[in-house]
């Protein structure tokens, strides 16, 4: 029965558009329950809550979403989106390891400049050493962590109580980059968000860009056969998801006020989390934007949630760690049926 409903729904973009109603469902089925438990769940201030929280979360997963697309995977995106913070504040504040500092425009060009320099090493090491993604990357996470600490010297940064304390109008442009407040009380960093699931979905769905990234991460081999730029498109998708995680991380700190080493936390596991439980393929080649933002809300939602409803943060881990299993078991599951509903109707039609 499942193999003819598979087949009667004919192909991929139906499965994925199940997968996205699905995740639509889920997020009014565990707003519903929340909501029932805690009045304050639905008040604006708690939904601005949740929406900030997503915001790096959100960016990060999209351009990640892009890498995994080509069947890679970028683990240093986390240490990225510290180390940009650190390098801002230490250039800007000073008080950190470097002997010098500078305003705050060139520091904040040099923190994205230091995260393009991650981007070209993570894909010189994928495209041209010929390193697994995940070993390359995993070795810039540890080398990013690592320059947190050397060049922050374990400090904790504050632009407003800083001594010296940095210019008025640099420090009023630094907090307006994501401290600043909109219409309604709503925080200017979710236009970052909003900005960000525009560009991503436009180079995923609507550009040529963005239908060869699915045609190389589908089928590599075809793809070289076919002489689309492999090596130069796993480049560009590096750089893109380093460039994406520094400016999350200059944002964050520009909305929270302060920075400290540390700062990356959990990033990392969310982001891949949000990627696959939004319908992404690990093997590449699958997924889409509004996915990824649906796996960001639910993700976001269940911390939020949890939160409310007392739950410690040791178990909201479990309980997002098994969702996040279970994303991956259905999508084994689905590429099974697929696969054998297509072997069928081949059979058939021999």
């Known amino acids: 029965m499942r193999t003819r409903f598979l087949r009667a729904l004919g192909t991929q973009?139906?499965?994925?558009?199940?997968?996205?109603?699905?995740?639509?469902l889920a997020i009014l089925v565990i707003a519903a329950i929340v909501q029932s438990q805690r009045a304050a769940f639905l008040s604006f201030e708690n939904l601005l809550t949740l929406l900030r929280s997503m915001v790096a979360l959100g960016m990060v997963a999209f351009a990640q979403k892009l890498v995994i697309l080509l069947?890679?995977?970028d683990l240093s995106v986390g240490a990225v989106y510290g180390l940009s913070a650190i390098v801002t504040a230490t250039l800007w504040l000073g008080g950190g390891s470097l002997p010098f500092t500078t305003p705050l425009i060139p520091a904040l060009l040099?923190?994205?400049?230091?995260?393009?320099?991650?981007?070209?090493?993570n894909g010189f090491f994928t495209v041209r050493a010929g390193l697994p993604s995940f070993i390359a990357t995993l070795g810039m996470l540890n080398v990013a962590e690592s320059l947190q600490l050397l060049v922050s010297n374990a400090s904790t940064f504050t632009p407003a109580y800083n001594d010296p304390l940095p210019p008025e109008w640099e420090l009023s442009l630094f907090h307006n980059l994501g401290g600043a407040l909109l219409p309604f009380g709503i925080p200017v960093e979710t236009l970052w968000l909003a900005a960000a699931f525009v560009l991503f979905w436009v180079l995923r769905h609507r550009t040529v860009f963005g239908f060869r990234l699915v045609a190389i991460g589908g089928n590599p081999d075809a793809a070289r056969i076919a002489r689309l730029p492999v090596k130069k498109y796993k480049y560009i998708v590096?750089?893109?998801?380093?460039?994406?995680?520094a400016i999350a991380g200059i944002i964050d700190f520009s909305y929270v006020g302060s920075v400290g080493p540390s700062q990356s936390g959990s990033l990392l596991f969310s982001v891949i989390a949000a990627v696959v439980i939004g319908g992404a393929s690990l093997n590449g080649g699958r997924g889409t934007i509004l996915g990824t933002l649906l796996g960001a809300v639910l993700l976001a939602l269940l911390n939020n949630g949890l939160?409310?409803?007392?739950v410690g943060s040791f178990a909201q881990l479990l309980f997002i760690g098994l969702v996040t299993i279970g994303a991956v078991w259905l999508d084994i599951a689905s590429q099974k049926l697929i696969r054998h509903a297509g072997q069928r109707s081949a059979e058939r039609a021999a």
């Not at 973009?13 to 639509?24: D, E, K, P, V």
């Not at 040099?110 to 090493?121: E, K, M, N």
């Not at 590096?238 to 995680?245: E, G, M, T």
């Not at 939160?307 to 007392?310: D, E, I, K, R, S």
């Open 71 to 73: 069947g890679e995977i």
């Open 238 to 245: 590096f750089v893109l998801s380093s460039l994406i995680a």
């Open 13 to 24: 973009r139906a499965l994925n558009s199940l997968r996205t109603l699905g995740l639509f």
């Open 307 to 310: 939160a409310l409803l007392g």
């Open 110 to 121: 040099a923190a994205v400049a230091i995260a393009v320099l991650v981007g070209l090493l």
